[in-house]
């Protein structure tokens, strides 16, 4: 078992941070952190990402995060970010490039997928947890209906996915579930709130545990 699977598997959750502006990538790990959240995607959709993920691993032992880039769609990205120091990838997609590079660097990696089929290409390129994006569009149903063919399958629900709705996914059977503007809005990550961050955080993170 990966570090990444164990991570998730202990905290439930993955933060997916798409913003157009970080001001400082290591505070916002620490507010995350400090909120629950343990592991960090940043993505190639933010400009210059490979800089905020040095700044992210500086100061990971400080604030006890792994830290990744999602949205890889190249190999090409795929160097870059293992370079630049992430510690796991994540695509939208089957990216067979990826997975190579990945593999050949011993870093793990989630391929997104959404159909059976695409599960199983997923799974047969050496992706241990597969990603279902976009995971509003299906429900935790569907995570339950995929176990049948495939199953102890470790399935990472991405893409509408907030505080109402997280348990449900879990309770399906995901091993952990992606939380995004609900926990790291665009605007609140730009401006540097942290703290309110934090809060956002705790209150997704508390919001994964089943109250009877």
Known sequence: MSTLEQLLAADRTLAVVRADHIPDAAQLAGALAAGGIRTLELTFTTPDVETHIRRVVETAAEHQVMVGV???????????????????????????????????????????????????????????????????????????????????????????????NAADFLAAGALAVCCGTSVVPPKLVAEGDWHEITNLAQIFTQSLVPHN
């Open 70 to 164: 999602g949205t890889v769609l190249t190999a090409r990205q795929a160097h870059s970010a293992i370079e630049a120091g992430a510690q796991f990838l994540v695509t939208p997609g089957i990216r067979a490039e990826v997975a190579q590079v990945a593999q050949a660097a011993g870093v793990p990696f989630s391929l997104g997928a959404m159909t059976p089929t695409e599960v199983a290409q997923a799974r047969d390129l050496g992706s241990d947890i597969v990603k279902i994006f976009p995971a509003k569009q299906v429900g935790p149903g569907y995570l339950k209906d995929l176990q049948g063919p495939y199953p102890g399958i470790k399935l990472l629900p991405s893409g509408g996915i907030n505080e109402k």
